[in-house]
């Protein structure tokens, strides 16, 4: 069935490195994704999103690509600080379907 | 603009019990999402409603569940006769218009059932 998943379940960095989190997708006709990041104890908070039509789009500190040929999808933080440890959650929206589906997530550590 | 609002955060419901979640969307907001969440693992997807009608209640279980958003009010998630297993945190989210808008989450009421 479709699904979305993550390639990794924790990452692990040192403060000031660059974090990429990856997350796979099978529904070729999502066209909505959002990243989410989740801190402990806490409500998913939305980061960034970009629609299908468009493979990169920045934001503060993040970026996110898509890459609809493999159906991948990514999210770079720059600079990382120990304040952005929290799971990482991808969601894709469409294929007829107005739900988000979320993925199991990727847990960053960052480490001073 | 005050973000989703849930209440309670944290609930403790004996076996057997009733357990109601309350979720107050975001101004403006007329879409309405349940998510469950056990720990270590991802949002489930339990029901979508919008004012006053259920569109797609297909993530959640066909009994002691149920879930409302009344024209007036909080949307109610509500578990009846709780078990041990229905003990998680649940979240909601609300958008201004279903599909490719941005959903914005509440912090979360974490049920345990005792």
């Known amino acids: 069935g479709e699904s979305v998943g993550l390639h990794l379940p924790t990452l692990s960095v040192q403060e000031g490195d660059n974090s990429i989190i990856n997350c796979a997708y099978s529904?070729?006709?999502?066209?909505?994704f959002i990243w989410y990041k989740q801190e402990s104890g806490k409500g998913p908070q939305f980061i960034i999103d970009?629609?299908?039509?468009?493979d990169k789009r920045q934001g503060q500190r993040v970026t996110v690509l898509l890459n609809k040929t493999v159906k991948h999808l990514s999210l770079q933080i720059a600079a990382t600080q120990p304040g952005d440890s929290a799971v990482y959650f991808c969601?894709?929206?469409?294929?007829?379907?107005?739900?988000?589906?979320f993925g199991r997530g990727t847990s960053l550590i960052v480490h001073p | 603009n005050a973000g989703v609002m849930q209440n309670p955060r944290h609930l403790v419901r004996r076996r057997g019990q009733e357990a109601r979640l309350r979720c107050s969307p975001m101004k403006g907001h007329s879409h309405v999402y349940w998510y469950r969440q056990l720990p270590e693992e991802g949002l489930k997807f339990m029901v979508y409603?919008?004012?006053?009608?259920?569109?797609?209640e297909s993530g959640m279980p066909k009994e002691r569940f149920s879930a409302e958003f009344p024209k007036e009010g909080p949307s109610i998630l509500r578990i009846q006769q709780v078990v041990r297993g229905d003990s998680a945190a649940y979240f909601c989210?609300?958008?201004?218009?279903?599909?490719?808008?941005?959903?914005?989450f509440g912090q979360g009421t974490r049920l345990t059932v005792v």
């Open positions: 970009i629609r299908s039509n468009m």
């Open positions: 529904n070729s006709a999502s066209d909505y």
């Open positions: 409603l919008q004012k006053e009608n259920i569109i797609d």
């Open positions: 969601a894709e929206i469409g294929g007829g379907s107005y739900i988000p589906t």
């Open positions: 989210a609300s958008s201004p218009s279903g599909g490719s808008s941005e959903a914005f």
